[in-house]
Protein backbone atom coordinates (compact mmCIF):
# COMPACT_ATOMS: atom_id res chain seq x y z
CA UNK A 1 0.00 0.00 0.00
CA UNK A 2 1.34 3.73 -1.15
CA UNK A 3 1.91 5.27 1.86
CA UNK A 4 0.04 8.74 2.31
CA UNK A 5 1.53 12.18 0.52
CA UNK A 6 3.17 14.30 3.83
CA UNK A 7 1.52 17.81 3.44
CA UNK A 8 3.98 20.25 2.82
CA UNK A 9 1.68 23.49 4.27
CA UNK A 10 3.51 25.34 6.87
CA UNK A 11 2.60 28.69 8.68
CA UNK A 12 2.18 31.04 5.98
CA UNK A 13 4.58 33.42 7.66
CA UNK A 14 7.58 30.75 7.71
CA UNK A 15 7.33 30.29 4.12
CA UNK A 16 10.36 31.49 1.92
CA UNK A 17 9.71 32.72 -1.67
CA UNK A 18 12.66 30.39 -2.47
CA UNK A 19 10.34 27.94 -0.86
CA UNK A 20 7.42 28.45 -3.40
CA UNK A 21 10.17 28.29 -6.52
CA UNK A 22 11.33 25.37 -5.47
CA UNK A 23 7.79 23.38 -5.34
CA UNK A 24 6.14 25.20 -8.39
CA UNK A 25 9.95 24.41 -10.32
CA UNK A 26 10.67 27.88 -11.28
CA UNK A 27 12.80 30.49 -10.02
CA UNK A 28 12.32 33.17 -7.34
CA UNK A 29 12.63 35.84 -9.64
CA UNK A 30 9.86 34.50 -11.59
CA UNK A 31 7.69 34.15 -8.28
CA UNK A 32 8.33 37.45 -7.73
CA UNK A 33 6.60 38.82 -10.98
CA UNK A 34 3.80 36.45 -10.20
CA UNK A 35 3.38 37.82 -7.27
CA UNK A 36 3.44 41.09 -8.28
CA UNK A 37 1.88 40.90 -11.46
CA UNK A 38 4.51 42.18 -13.69
CA UNK A 39 6.54 40.76 -17.04
CA UNK A 40 5.71 38.05 -19.16
CA UNK A 41 4.90 34.75 -17.76
CA UNK A 42 3.30 32.07 -19.16
CA UNK A 43 0.12 30.68 -18.26
CA UNK A 44 0.81 27.09 -17.19
CA UNK A 45 3.59 28.55 -14.92
CA UNK A 46 1.49 31.32 -13.98
CA UNK A 47 -1.02 28.31 -12.68
CA UNK A 48 1.97 26.45 -11.34
CA UNK A 49 3.02 29.47 -9.43
CA UNK A 50 0.18 30.32 -7.54
CA UNK A 51 -0.64 26.66 -6.90
CA UNK A 52 2.28 26.28 -4.90
CA UNK A 53 1.87 30.08 -3.49
CA UNK A 54 -1.81 28.12 -2.39
CA UNK A 55 -0.26 24.66 -1.31
CA UNK A 56 2.50 26.61 1.35
CA UNK A 57 -0.07 29.14 2.38
CA UNK A 58 2.79 31.79 1.36
CA UNK A 59 2.07 35.50 1.79
CA UNK A 60 4.85 37.88 0.21
CA UNK A 61 6.27 40.37 2.96
CA UNK A 62 5.35 43.59 1.39
CA UNK A 63 7.12 45.48 3.86
CA UNK A 64 10.29 43.65 2.79
CA UNK A 65 9.21 44.17 -0.94
CA UNK A 66 8.67 47.81 -0.35
CA UNK A 67 12.68 48.35 1.43
CA UNK A 68 14.53 46.38 -1.28
CA UNK A 69 12.54 48.29 -3.95
CA UNK A 70 13.56 51.46 -2.08
CA UNK A 71 16.97 50.48 -1.25
CA UNK A 72 17.49 50.30 -5.48
CA UNK A 73 16.76 53.65 -6.06
CA UNK A 74 19.51 56.00 -6.21
CA UNK A 75 19.18 59.81 -5.64
CA UNK A 76 21.54 62.21 -6.39
CA UNK A 77 21.94 65.53 -5.27
CA UNK A 78 24.45 67.96 -7.01
CA UNK A 79 25.09 71.44 -5.46
CA UNK A 80 27.34 73.99 -6.20
CA UNK A 81 25.90 76.53 -3.18
CA UNK A 82 28.66 78.56 -1.23
CA UNK A 83 26.48 78.94 1.53
CA UNK A 84 26.96 76.32 4.40
CA UNK A 85 23.76 76.99 6.17
CA UNK A 86 21.55 77.13 3.19
CA UNK A 87 23.04 73.82 2.67
CA UNK A 88 22.32 72.18 5.86
CA UNK A 89 18.85 72.64 5.71
CA UNK A 90 18.71 71.50 2.30
CA UNK A 91 20.56 68.25 3.76
CA UNK A 92 18.28 68.15 6.62
CA UNK A 93 15.05 68.10 4.25
CA UNK A 94 16.74 65.16 2.19
CA UNK A 95 17.86 62.84 4.98
CA UNK A 96 14.65 63.04 6.80
CA UNK A 97 12.95 61.32 3.56
CA UNK A 98 15.63 59.48 2.87
CA UNK A 99 15.47 57.40 6.62
CA UNK A 100 11.44 57.73 5.87
CA UNK A 101 11.81 55.64 2.67
CA UNK A 102 15.62 53.95 2.92
CA UNK A 103 16.63 55.19 -0.58
CA UNK A 104 19.93 55.31 -1.40
CA UNK A 105 20.70 59.38 -1.41
CA UNK A 106 24.26 60.42 -2.91
CA UNK A 107 25.49 63.66 -2.39
CA UNK A 108 28.06 65.56 -4.86
CA UNK A 109 29.55 69.07 -4.90
CA UNK A 110 30.59 70.01 -8.54
CA UNK A 111 32.69 73.35 -8.20
CA UNK A 112 32.84 75.96 -10.92
CA UNK A 113 33.60 74.14 -14.56
CA UNK A 114 33.04 74.53 -18.04
CA UNK A 115 30.35 73.44 -19.80
CA UNK A 116 31.96 70.96 -21.33
CA UNK A 117 32.70 69.29 -17.62
CA UNK A 118 29.11 69.30 -16.37
CA UNK A 119 28.12 68.04 -19.34
CA UNK A 120 30.47 65.00 -18.77
CA UNK A 121 29.82 64.94 -15.01
CA UNK A 122 26.29 64.64 -15.69
CA UNK A 123 26.24 62.21 -18.77
CA UNK A 124 28.43 59.88 -16.09
CA UNK A 125 25.95 60.60 -13.18
CA UNK A 126 23.01 59.37 -15.14
CA UNK A 127 24.22 56.19 -15.89
CA UNK A 128 24.73 55.36 -12.46
CA UNK A 129 21.32 57.00 -10.42
CA UNK A 130 17.56 56.97 -10.94
CA UNK A 131 16.69 60.78 -10.43
CA UNK A 132 18.31 63.67 -9.36
CA UNK A 133 18.07 66.78 -7.10
CA UNK A 134 19.68 69.62 -8.41
CA UNK A 135 20.31 73.10 -6.67
CA UNK A 136 20.80 76.72 -8.21
CA UNK A 137 23.32 77.65 -10.02
CA UNK A 138 23.12 73.52 -11.87
CA UNK A 139 19.91 73.58 -12.16
CA UNK A 140 19.98 76.43 -14.55
CA UNK A 141 22.76 74.99 -16.46
CA UNK A 142 21.14 74.11 -19.84
CA UNK A 143 24.19 71.55 -20.27
CA UNK A 144 23.36 69.94 -17.00
CA UNK A 145 19.67 69.77 -17.27
CA UNK A 146 20.01 68.95 -21.20
CA UNK A 147 22.12 65.32 -20.70
CA UNK A 148 20.14 64.32 -17.60
CA UNK A 149 17.02 65.01 -19.94
CA UNK A 150 18.21 63.35 -22.83
CA UNK A 151 19.65 59.78 -20.46
CA UNK A 152 15.58 59.77 -18.93
CA UNK A 153 16.90 60.54 -15.78
CA UNK A 154 13.70 62.39 -13.66
CA UNK A 155 14.94 65.84 -12.44
CA UNK A 156 13.70 68.07 -9.87
CA UNK A 157 15.59 71.73 -8.93
CA UNK A 158 14.84 73.62 -5.42
CA UNK A 159 14.86 76.95 -5.42
CA UNK A 160 15.44 77.43 -8.97
CA UNK A 161 13.95 80.73 -10.70
CA UNK A 162 10.81 80.91 -12.53
CA UNK A 163 11.21 79.12 -16.08
CA UNK A 164 13.30 76.27 -14.99
CA UNK A 165 14.38 74.67 -18.26
CA UNK A 166 11.22 72.43 -18.49
CA UNK A 167 12.06 70.53 -15.67
CA UNK A 168 10.17 69.46 -11.99
CA UNK A 169 10.91 72.35 -8.97
CA UNK A 170 9.79 73.04 -5.85
CA UNK A 171 10.62 77.59 -5.24
CA UNK A 172 9.09 80.15 -3.46
CA UNK A 173 7.83 83.53 -5.12
CA UNK A 174 11.54 85.20 -5.01
CA UNK A 175 9.66 88.61 -6.46
CA UNK A 176 7.15 88.94 -3.95
CA UNK A 177 9.77 88.18 -1.00
CA UNK A 178 12.24 90.73 -2.34
CA UNK A 179 9.35 93.24 -2.59
CA UNK A 180 7.23 92.28 0.85
CA UNK A 181 11.20 93.18 2.64
CA UNK A 182 11.48 96.49 1.24
CA UNK A 183 7.96 97.38 1.61
CA UNK A 184 8.94 96.73 5.36
CA UNK A 185 11.61 99.15 5.25
CA UNK A 186 9.28 101.30 3.34
CA UNK A 187 6.77 101.28 6.38
CA UNK A 188 9.54 102.50 8.68
CA UNK A 189 10.57 105.23 7.07
CA UNK A 190 13.23 104.03 5.48
CA UNK A 191 14.30 105.89 2.01
CA UNK A 192 17.66 105.46 1.41
CA UNK A 193 18.12 101.71 0.88
CA UNK A 194 20.95 99.55 0.03
CA UNK A 195 20.71 95.98 -1.62
CA UNK A 196 23.23 93.60 -2.06
CA UNK A 197 22.89 91.26 -4.96
CA UNK A 198 22.91 87.30 -4.87
CA UNK A 199 25.32 85.09 -7.69
CA UNK A 200 24.58 86.41 -10.97
CA UNK A 201 24.31 83.40 -12.55
CA UNK A 202 20.98 82.62 -10.53
CA UNK A 203 17.62 83.09 -11.58
CA UNK A 204 16.47 83.90 -7.64
CA UNK A 205 18.99 86.64 -7.06
CA UNK A 206 17.29 88.24 -10.29
CA UNK A 207 13.92 88.51 -8.80
CA UNK A 208 15.12 89.58 -5.54
CA UNK A 209 16.03 92.23 -6.86
CA UNK A 210 13.24 92.98 -9.20
CA UNK A 211 11.22 92.61 -6.32
CA UNK A 212 12.83 95.67 -4.81
CA UNK A 213 12.84 97.72 -7.39
CA UNK A 214 9.21 97.35 -7.57
CA UNK A 215 8.96 98.23 -4.20
CA UNK A 216 11.09 101.41 -4.31
CA UNK A 217 9.01 102.23 -7.77
CA UNK A 218 5.79 102.04 -5.96
CA UNK A 219 6.55 104.34 -2.85
CA UNK A 220 7.95 106.94 -5.45
CA UNK A 221 11.80 106.54 -4.12
CA UNK A 222 14.77 107.10 -6.47
CA UNK A 223 16.98 104.14 -7.08
CA UNK A 224 20.44 104.81 -6.07
CA UNK A 225 22.69 102.69 -8.07
CA UNK A 226 25.55 103.42 -5.94
CA UNK A 227 23.97 101.55 -2.83
CA UNK A 228 23.45 98.61 -5.40
CA UNK A 229 26.47 95.71 -5.07
CA UNK A 230 27.47 92.45 -6.24
CA UNK A 231 27.35 89.57 -4.26
CA UNK A 232 27.55 85.80 -4.31
CA UNK A 233 25.46 84.40 -1.16
CA UNK A 234 29.18 84.01 0.99
CA UNK A 235 29.78 85.95 4.09
CA UNK A 236 33.08 87.39 2.42
CA UNK A 237 30.90 89.06 -0.56
CA UNK A 238 28.68 90.32 2.02
CA UNK A 239 31.93 92.19 3.82
CA UNK A 240 33.34 93.47 0.41
CA UNK A 241 29.69 94.73 -0.62
CA UNK A 242 28.65 95.66 2.86
CA UNK A 243 31.41 97.99 3.06
CA UNK A 244 31.65 99.89 -0.16
CA UNK A 245 27.95 100.79 0.59
CA UNK A 246 28.65 102.18 3.52
CA UNK A 247 31.40 103.68 2.34
CA UNK A 248 29.55 106.20 0.25
CA UNK A 249 29.62 109.95 0.95
CA UNK A 250 25.60 109.34 1.73
CA UNK A 251 25.05 106.18 2.96
CA UNK A 252 21.93 104.27 3.51
CA UNK A 253 19.80 104.09 6.51
CA UNK A 254 18.60 99.95 6.15
CA UNK A 255 20.09 97.50 3.13
CA UNK A 256 19.09 94.13 2.54
CA UNK A 257 21.28 91.59 1.34
CA UNK A 258 20.11 88.48 -0.88
CA UNK A 259 20.76 85.98 1.70
CA UNK A 260 21.14 85.59 5.62
CA UNK A 261 24.92 85.00 5.15
CA UNK A 262 25.75 88.15 3.98
CA UNK A 263 23.16 90.21 5.91
CA UNK A 264 25.05 88.94 8.96
CA UNK A 265 27.94 90.29 6.93
CA UNK A 266 26.72 93.78 6.90
CA UNK A 267 26.32 94.10 10.48
CA UNK A 268 29.96 93.03 11.48
CA UNK A 269 30.86 95.51 9.07
CA UNK A 270 28.53 98.25 10.51
CA UNK A 271 29.93 97.34 13.88
CA UNK A 272 33.27 97.87 12.66
CA UNK A 273 32.48 101.54 11.67
CA UNK A 274 30.68 102.24 14.91
CA UNK A 275 27.38 101.84 13.71
CA UNK A 276 24.67 100.40 16.00
CA UNK A 277 22.44 98.34 14.25
CA UNK A 278 19.31 98.96 14.18
CA UNK A 279 19.84 102.18 15.12
CA UNK A 280 21.99 103.43 12.57
CA UNK A 281 21.34 100.57 10.16
CA UNK A 282 18.95 98.48 9.70
CA UNK A 283 19.82 95.24 8.40
CA UNK A 284 17.35 92.88 6.62
CA UNK A 285 18.72 89.19 5.27
CA UNK A 286 17.05 86.23 2.83
CA UNK A 287 16.33 82.50 4.01
CA UNK A 288 15.62 82.15 8.11
CA UNK A 289 19.15 79.88 8.04
CA UNK A 290 20.68 79.13 11.13
CA UNK A 291 23.33 82.27 9.89
CA UNK A 292 20.20 84.94 10.60
CA UNK A 293 20.02 83.29 14.81
CA UNK A 294 23.70 83.41 15.48
CA UNK A 295 24.31 86.83 14.51
CA UNK A 296 23.44 89.86 16.94
CA UNK A 297 21.29 91.36 16.77
CA UNK A 298 18.91 88.71 15.31
CA UNK A 299 18.04 89.24 11.81
CA UNK A 300 15.05 90.24 10.23
CA UNK A 301 14.84 87.71 7.34
CA UNK A 302 12.26 86.30 4.92
CA UNK A 303 11.61 82.54 5.70
CA UNK A 304 11.78 79.99 3.13
CA UNK A 305 11.07 77.07 3.98
CA UNK A 306 14.36 75.16 2.92
CA UNK A 307 13.64 71.60 4.44
CA UNK A 308 10.50 71.37 3.48
CA UNK A 309 11.22 72.42 -0.28
CA UNK A 310 13.58 69.25 -0.27
CA UNK A 311 11.47 67.17 0.98
CA UNK A 312 8.44 68.38 -1.29
CA UNK A 313 11.33 67.80 -4.36
CA UNK A 314 12.25 64.50 -3.35
CA UNK A 315 8.52 63.19 -2.87
CA UNK A 316 8.24 64.90 -6.16
CA UNK A 317 11.18 62.93 -7.92
CA UNK A 318 10.22 59.26 -6.27
CA UNK A 319 6.72 59.91 -8.17
CA UNK A 320 8.22 60.46 -10.95
CA UNK A 321 10.71 57.51 -10.76
CA UNK A 322 7.54 55.48 -9.88
CA UNK A 323 5.42 56.26 -12.59
CA UNK A 324 8.40 56.95 -15.74
CA UNK A 325 7.16 53.92 -17.03
CA UNK A 326 3.27 55.11 -17.38
CA UNK A 327 3.45 57.43 -20.08
CA UNK A 328 4.05 61.11 -20.13
CA UNK A 329 5.76 62.87 -17.09
CA UNK A 330 3.64 65.90 -16.15
CA UNK A 331 6.16 69.01 -14.48
CA UNK A 332 5.23 70.46 -11.01
CA UNK A 333 5.90 73.69 -10.25
CA UNK A 334 5.21 73.72 -6.67
CA UNK A 335 5.44 77.60 -5.19
CA UNK A 336 5.69 77.26 -1.73
CA UNK A 337 4.46 79.98 1.06
CA UNK A 338 7.28 82.21 2.33
CA UNK A 339 6.84 84.54 5.45
CA UNK A 340 8.60 87.55 6.43
CA UNK A 341 10.29 86.87 10.54
CA UNK A 342 10.69 90.42 12.04
CA UNK A 343 13.53 90.04 14.61
CA UNK A 344 15.94 92.87 16.24
CA UNK A 345 17.86 93.86 12.90
CA UNK A 346 15.41 96.25 11.71
CA UNK A 347 13.77 99.50 13.20
CA UNK A 348 12.69 102.89 11.66
CA UNK A 349 15.60 105.02 11.10
CA UNK A 350 16.91 107.53 14.03
CA UNK A 351 16.04 110.99 13.63
CA UNK A 352 18.87 113.20 12.99
CA UNK A 353 18.79 116.31 14.97
Known amino acids: MEKPRKSVRR ?28 GKV ?91 ILLPPVCESPAVVGEFVRAGIPVVAIAAGQGSLGISCVRIDDLRAGRELADYLVAQGHTRIGFIKGRADMRASALRYEGFQAALSAAGLALDTALVQQGD ?82 DILLRTIRDKDGGTRALVDQVMPHRLVVRDSAAAPARRG
Not at 63 to 76: C, E, P
Not at 274 to 284: E, K, M, S, T, Y
Open 11 to 38: KGRGVTIDEVAALAGVSPMTVSRVMNNQ
Open 42 to 132: RDTTRERVMRAVRELDYTPNLAASSLAAAQHTRVALVYNNPSDAYLREILVGLLRVAARTSIQLVIDYWDSADTDTERKAARTMAGRVDGV
Open 233 to 314: YTYRSGLKAGGRILAHKRPPTAIIASNDDMAAAVVSVAHRRGLDVPRDLAVVGFDDSSSAITVWPELTTIHQPIAAMANAAI
